[in-house]
């Protein structure tokens, strides 16, 4: 059965750090990402990975937030820093699967983090 297991999230200070991690037992992963949701909002994609090492970052993020994916045990991290209030929300994992020419999208279970003083 595929899974994907999420660790980390919580409670930081504005300006604090926190540090996700998503383990994913499913193979031919060739992107993994982080998304998150905030009350009222639409999911949004945060930052994302390749099998290569190419990464993405949306604006909000860039130079705040890093990703980093060990291949070999697929697992994916986001480390958070200079965190703000604006950060809050459901945060989510999800692995891209490539099977020949079709692609299938696997998500975690969503983990909370809050930022506030």
């Known amino acids: 059965q595929v899974q994907l297991v999420e660790s980390g999230g919580g409670l930081a200070q504005p300006g604090g750090s926190l540090r996700l991690s998503c383990a994913a037992s499913?193979?031919?992963?060739?992107?993994m990402a982080w998304y998150r949701q905030a009350p009222g909002k639409q999911r949004e994609l945060v930052a994302s990975i390749t099998t290569a090492g190419r990464t993405y970052y949306d604006d909000s993020v860039k130079g705040r937030f890093t990703t980093s994916r060990d291949s070999l045990s697929n697992t994916v991290v986001l480390q958070m820093d200079s965190l703000k209030p604006e950060d809050t929300a459901v945060y989510y994992c999800?692995?891209?699967?490539?099977?020949?020419?079709?692609?299938?999208?696997?998500w975690g279970q969503g983990t909370q983090v809050t930022v506030s003083s």
């Open positions: 999800k692995a891209v699967q490539a099977m020949g020419q079709y692609e299938y999208d696997y």
């Open positions: 499913i193979k031919s992963v060739y992107v």
